[in-house]
T-cell receptor
């Protein structure tokens, strides 16, 4: 059974600080996707990384796929209150589905 | 905007009553999914569809059934609602490209009393 573990489960930091969220597995995935979910809404796709070692940047967010395609990280530089939300990683599965991590709840205090 | 709507957005029902949630898409995508989201459990797949009348079970399918008679609609039915089915339900769609990237509806908050 493929599993994705996210850490930390919860993170509360001050505006302007940097942070990293991790998504780890013992299984190889064809891709890793990151979503952000705000209260009362559905998750929204941020990025998909496909190639081992790939790095993608989305403004202050940097996403990296591990060389072995078993893990991924999300780094936020100079966090803003608007970054607050639940961050979910999901791994590509061959059977029409995604394997989901449990999420990291991020709170950025002004 | 991925063109996904869910109805109703909120529902309160009594234990033992049947409930149907509707997901409607305007994108004509092949793949559709129903998830439930509960504190401490993240997103859990209930059922999914890979085409009209083609559906399969997810990890938490007990007590739920689905139907897809048209590309644009995917219905989730709780035959006899129980309090353990109190949750937020999300529908998602996917083109099936780039490893089934998914686009979510706004959710339905269901309370079973």
């Amino acid at each position: 059974t493929q599993l994705l573990e996210q850490s930390p489960q919860f993170l509360s930091i001050q505006e302007g600080e940097n942070l990293t969220v991790y998504c780890n597995s013992s299984s190889v995935f064809s891709s890793l996707q990151w979503y952000r979910q705000e209260p009362g809404e559905g998750p929204v796709l941020l990025v998909t990384v496909v190639t081992g070692g790939e790095v993608k940047k989305l403004k202050r967010l940097t996403f990296q796929f591990g060389d072995a395609r078993k893990d991924s990280s999300l780094h936020i530089t100079a966090a803003q209150p608007g970054d607050t939300g639940l961050y979910l990683c999901a791994g590509g599965d061959s059977n029409y589905q995604l394997i989901w991590g449990a999420g990291t709840k991020l709170i950025i205090k002004p | 905007d991925a063109g996904i709507t869910q109805s109703p957005r909120h529902k309160v029902t009594e234990t033992g009553t049947p409930v149907t949630l509707r997901c409607h898409q305007t994108e004509n995508h092949r793949y559709m999914y129903w998830y439930r989201q509960d504190p401490g459990h993240g997103l859990r797949l209930i059922h999914y569809s890979y085409g009209v009348k083609d559906t399969d079970k997810g990890e938490v399918s007990d007590g739920y059934s689905v139907s897809r008679s048209k590309t644009e609609d995917f219905l989730l039915t709780l035959e006899s609602a129980t309090s353990s089915q109190t949750s937020v339900y999300f529908c998602a769609i996917s083109t099936g490209q780039v490893d089934y990237e998914q686009y979510f509806g706004p959710g339905t908050r269901l309370t079973v009393t």
